[in-house]
């Protein structure tokens, strides 16, 4: 039997102007702001939506078409702004240029923002690898920027529940050897 | 290392910041700042961007400074050797041509780096292949700029945007471009890898749309460069790394030496007795050799005189007979 082969999209959203959440501090390291969680009523049904709007304003009905059959949100995570998305394999490219042409979350969240894919893969095992690789990574990389700019940014990753979700506190946590440290969370970052 | 050519200069320093920060974060290593000169040229040229930015930049981020000069009057000097001369505080000179005689005059003579078409406009003639690779064999690129065309509020824009880029791309054959973005904000960025799909979709190759962003930018740079810093665009001298510490040693005995001669002469002397301690031998040898030579000498005088005091005779005897 012939299988349907798919792309598998891994993308992130980043917010590159002012992040919702942080409107009342300043000093926060950009590295933590571009990657702010995404409000909660960011469902796959609005991501959806918007993949579609954006396929239709650049590729009209007929695009819409090729893709409407394959297309699938896998995974959707607002907290660390993830999303994996499933397309069939010869037509991925109408859905990553709308994601690269949309500038805009839209209606319930409506905030602007930059889609980036950052990982296409033909299984989805290996999508969410790389999902895990790059949320620890970037744990590792906030932690070290909130060291370098003083306690401000531990208290915003504590008001994320990033420090408390990925990382159990260690009776000296050392933030500088991130990598060692960082085993432990393996087990609690989860892609369902 | 992925570059972006053309990331517009403000001078607001919380703005710029963050736009910066935002395309390192997007994975950019080289980024240029652009500033637009149109109209009249002032008297100084010199570079509105200060070398040195007033804020922390992210770590591997190299600046550059650009300056695109709209060209509308083909007849008018430009100064572009100004504009080439190290002494401007530009790195890269870009040129944006506004209508077809200024593009021929972009691709053919115009001593530039880039040629950077404003693609949300409608141009009433087409990008010949010949005209293009003219330029492109010269060692001029050609850009496309992306930003403008994705956020701009009237779909025209994105429009003109697709169909200007594709005609490039097509009267090219996909080579010698660089794709840059053309931000005036962090909301117009896009990462290269999304920037190469945009490209492969507008029919540039996924290899010739990773060179665009790493390769052919690179070049432009240090083509650039090396116009400004070389001697005749031959000749560059670059820095190649300390000299060993061996000769650094040696430089300072030399620097010693010129400023005490005198005592450094004596210094010498001393050196060369206290090189060759004489042995037991050697100094019995020099006494004795020093003792005869005195006996000698004494010998020697004493011959000396008798041999007067015989002349003295001598003398005498051989006058009498005169006498």
């Known amino acids: 039997m012939v299988r349907i082969k798919h792309r598998y999209l891994l993308i992130n959203i980043l917010y590159p102007s002012k992040a919702p959440n942080f ?16 409000p909660d009523n ?10 579609k709007e954006g396929v239709n304003e650049l590729y009209g009905d007929y695009g819409l078409g090729m893709i409407a059959g394959s297309l699938k949100i896998i995974y ?3 907290p660390t702004s993830t999303a994996i998305i499933r397309v069939s394999r010869d037509h991925y490219r109408l859905v990553w240029t709308a994601l690269t042409m949309a500038t805009r979350l839209p209606k319930p969240v409506d905030l602007p923002c930059v889609i980036q894919v950052v990982r296409t893969s033909g299984t989805i095992r290996k999508a969410e690898e790389e999902a895990i690789r790059r949320a620890k990574a970037s744990i590792v990389r906030s932690k070290q920027s909130a060291q370098t700019n003083g306690s401000v940014g531990i208290d915003i990753l504590r008001d994320f529940n990033l420090v408390g979700r ?23 970052v989860q892609i369902d | 290392m992925y570059y972006d050519l053309n990331l517009l200069w403000s001078p ?16 950019y290593n080289v980024i240029a700042l652009n500033h637009i000169q149109s109209g009249k040229l002032p008297a100084d040229i010199s570079c509105p961007i200060p070398a040195t930015l007033p804020f922390p930049l992210p770590p591997n981020v190299q600046i550059l400074r650009r300056s695109t000069l709209v060209v509308t009057d083909t007849s008018q000097n430009h100064r572009i050797k100004d504009f080439n001369d190290a002494s401007s505080g530009y790195d890269i000179l870009a040129i944006r041509p506004t ?8 691709c053919w003579s115009l001593d530039c780096d880039l040629i950077s078409l404003d693609l949300t ?8 292949h010949k005209v293009l690779l003219d330029a492109v064999n010269r060692g001029v690129r050609i850009e496309l700029c992306y930003g403008p065309g994705i956020t701009s509020m009237d779909k025209t824009a994105r429009k003109q945007l697709i169909e200007n880029a594709t005609a490039i791309i097509r009267a090219t054959r996909g080579r010698g471009i660089v794709i840059s973005s053309e931000a005036t904000s962090a909301l117009q960025c896009r990462a290269p890898t999304d920037i190469v799909n945009l490209a492969t979709v507008w029919g540039l190759g996924q290899e010739r749309g990773v060179e665009a962003l790493t390769r052919e930018a690179r070049s432009v740079v240090v083509a650039a460069q090396f116009k400004r810093t070389s001697y005749r665009g031959v000749v560059d001298v670059i820095y190649g790394g300390e000299k ?5 040693v040696d430089k300072k005995e030399k620097g010693k030496q010129k400023r005490k001669a005198a005592e450094i002469t004596v210094d010498t002397e001393a050196n060369s007795e206290l090189e060759k301690p004489l042995s037991k031998t050697q100094l019995k040898k020099q006494a004795h050799l020093a003792r005869m030579k005195a006996k000698a000498e004494a010998e020697a005088l004493e011959i000396e005189t008798t041999q007067n005091a015989d002349a003295d005779v001598n003398m005498a005897g051989q006058e009498t007979p005169e006498i």
């Open chain 2, 99 to 106: 209508d077809e005689k200024s593009f021929q005059q972009a």
């Open chain 2, 121 to 128: 406009l409608r141009y009433p003639f087409h990008f010949k």
């Open chain 1, 76 to 78: 959707l995570s607002a």
């Open chain 1, 166 to 188: 990925y990382h159990q506190p260690s009776p000296a946590p050392n933030i500088r050897d991130g990598p060692t440290n960082h085993d432990s969370s393996e087990s609690e």
């Open chain 1, 23 to 38: 409107s009342t501090k300043d000093d926060i390291p950009d590295v933590i702001q571009f990657r702010a969680p995404t």
């Open chain 2, 12 to 27: 607001k320093a919380l703005e710029l910041q963050r736009n910066i920060s935002f395309l390192a974060e997007l994975g």
């Open chain 1, 42 to 51: 960011f469902e796959t049904g609005v991501l959806l939506r918007m993949i």
């Open chain 2, 244 to 248: 060993p510490i061996k000769e650094k």
